[in-house]
């Protein structure tokens, strides 16, 4: 399998990014994604049987998306091809079939590696089809898109996709100790300096070694603490202070002072992150999931308010829009919480996996055809905002499943309403007549 430098045409002296220096050998050298490649995850048994199948890697960017492909290939015996979307196209593709359909011929198995697979157009995607199906290639795919919106469902149904996660502090920090093995010197932080560029980095393992490249070119042997880090780095560090308390501290100790009903102290742990270099949106990020996840129904203005702060900061900037962080946070903490739709939702995802594909009673199926009426879809469907107090009573859930109560409102604010109308149509369905069920 060609080396990415050879393949470029460069010697092994060449210079190369401390990222590609330490790029892994071996599946298990690869860190943060022991889920799929350990030896009971999916990608790691296929690689010990030395027999893949084609699969699409989503995950976001630096997580070793890439790595992978070529060292599945590398374990399974495969020939390494790569095509990017981004640089390829169909006259690409074609050459890349037509080589790997020579290599089939000559005993040679190909993993087709295509990375920004979700670049491809429509037909694009509908053309590695028949090469798939017919064992041409093994494809392997990278995004960092949801597959389900930007692939075509005939190429996911012929592949297994398997989600990397984003590399966590643990990992990151193995990264780090590579990086300083491989350079022979520590990297000139302190203790706090090194748990921010863990954090700057954001699960991005790459962008951290890239990081770091800069860090050894420095030439002073005097740690860096978290202003010179941000100054050298050009970045904004996160927020840590004197008591040595991490970034995420401070995010759980606002979003607990938000759950916790105290506009004071929510105000305060905003202050401190602001003041500490925090990136004001993704504050904002995080007040938009209190609004979801803490308050809900209780008062749905909340999420109207968190989300017309993220774009008023947009439009402002700092600091005056930090201010609108700041009235979000009083009004998320002063409103009522509710985590019913919270748990409602979670409880609705455990009923759609554990029931499968059953389908809607034939009653409220589309019907946009002859032979679907014929089949009785749409029949006895009830307009419900004709009928008597805008409610049927009809069942909408599969003929072959039991009802279900997945969201109980607290009572809490506007849910209050919510759970008095719930009540007063649960008791309408269940003094309706069977035979209308």
């Not at 860190?31 to 799929?36: A, C, P, R």
């Not at 999420?303 to 009004?331: C, R």
Request: aromatic fraction near 8%.
């Amino acid at each position: 399998m060609t080396d990415l430098f050879e393949a470029a045409g460069l010697t092994p002296a060449a210079p190369r990014p401390l990222a590609e220096r330490l790029r892994p050998q071996t599946l298990g050298e690869v860190v943060g994604q022991e889920h799929l490649l350990g030896p009971e995850g999916p990608i790691g048994r296929m690689a010990a049987a030395h027999r893949l199948s084609s699969m699409i890697l989503w995950g976001p960017p630096g997580v070793g998306k890439t790595t992978i492909a070529r060292l599945l290939a590398k374990a399974a015996g495969y020939e390494f091809q790569q095509l990017s979307a981004v640089f390829s196209g169909v006259a690409d593709l074609k050459k890349a079939f037509e080589a790997a359909r020579a290599r089939r011929a000559a005993g040679q198995a190909t993993l087709l590696f295509v990375d920004e697979i979700h670049r491809f157009n429509r037909a694009q995607q509908d053309g590695f089809l028949p090469f798939v199906e017919e064992g041409i290639v093994t494809l392997v795919g990278a995004t960092t898109e949801n597959p389900s919106f930007e692939l075509n469902g005939a190429l996911l149904s012929r592949s297994q996709v398997y989600v990397l996660k984003r590399l966590d502090d643990a990992a990151l920090d193995q990264l780090l100790t590579r990086a300083e093995a491989q350079e022979g010197k520590a990297l000139p932080l302190t203790p706090e300096a090194r748990q921010a560029m863990l954090a700057l980095a954001d699960g991005d393992g790459r962008y951290l070694l890239t990081m770091s490249e800069v860090l050894f070119d420095l030439t002073s042997d005097e740690p860096l603490d978290v202003q010179a880090l941000a100054g050298v780095l050009q970045k904004r560090a996160p927020a840590y202070d004197k008591s040595r308390e991490e970034h995420y501290n401070l995010i759980s100790a606002l979003h607990k002072s938000v759950r916790g009903s105290d506009p004071d102290a929510a105000l305060y742990w905003l202050a401190r992150m602001l003041n500490g270099g925090e990136d004001p949106l993704y504050l904002a990020r995080r007040i938009v999931r209190m609004a979801v996840e803490d308050i809900g129904e209780a008062d749905p203005l909340s999420l109207l308010v968190a989300n017309a702060a993220k774009d008023t900061y947009d439009f402002l900037g700092s600091p005056e829009g930090e201010l609108a962080l700041a009235q979000a946070v009083v009004h998320l903490a002063t409103a009522p919480k509710s985590v019913a739709v919270y748990e409602a939702f979670k409880a609705a995802k455990r009923a759609a996996a554990e029931t499968g594909s059953l389908t809607p009673p034939a009653h409220i199926r589309n019907a946009p055809t002859k032979l679907m009426k014929s089949l009785g879809y749409g029949k006895g469907y009830q307009y419900d905002p004709d009928t008597l107090e805008g409610f049927s009573g009809a069942n909408f859930f599969p003929d072959e499943m039991e009802r279900r109560v997945f969201y109980a409102p607290k009572g809490e604010g506007h849910e209050a309403k919510v759970k008095e109308r719930l009540d007063r149509w649960a008791a309408m369905r269940a003094a309706r007549p069977p035979e209308q069920g």
